[in-house]
Nanobody, 123 residues
Framework: QVQLVESGGGLVQAGGSLRLSCAAS????????MRWFRQGPGKEREFVAS????????YYADSVKGRFTISRDNAKNEVYLQMNSLKPEDTAVYYC????????????????WGQGTQVTVSS
């Protein structure tokens, strides 16, 4: 039902900023909870941030709290991840995921997934 395409990744120096976008296809985007995950080299996929589809409630991983901000524009069917004060440990492929159930970080149901966008932070 939903296809997701991430964009906005790139190479930045530590302390820099990037804004990731995730464009969703199909109707009823506002009803979907949207979550960002990332997978760094040699690491397992981890939750980054999320925003609910019904109230705009947001969640953040402790590692990014205060540096990253998630937002959405339902008119454009897009969700964003503003990343500031980037660190080398933020280097990863970033994925967006959508579901119609929950924005909670540990929700374990089935998501729709994008293909990911690479973020590389150099020291």
């Amino acid at each position: 039902q939903v296809q997701l395409v991430e964009s906005g990744g790139g190479l930045v120096q530590a302390g820099g900023s990037l804004r990731l976008s995730c464009a969703a296809s199909g109707p009823s985007f506002s009803s979907y909870a949207m979550r960002w995950f990332r997978q760094g080299p040699g690491k397992e996929r981890e939750f980054v941030a999320s925003i609910s589809g019904n109230s705009g409630l947001t969640y953040y991983a402790d590692s990014v709290k205060g540096r990253f901000t998630i937002s959405r524009d339902n008119a454009k069917n897009e969700v964003y991840l503003q990343m500031n004060s980037l660190k080398p440990e933020d280097t990863a492929v970033y994925y967006c995921a959508a579901n119609r159930v929950s924005a909670k970080p540990n929700w374990g149901g089935n998501d729709y997934w994008g293909q990911g966008t690479q973020v590389t932070v150099s020291s």
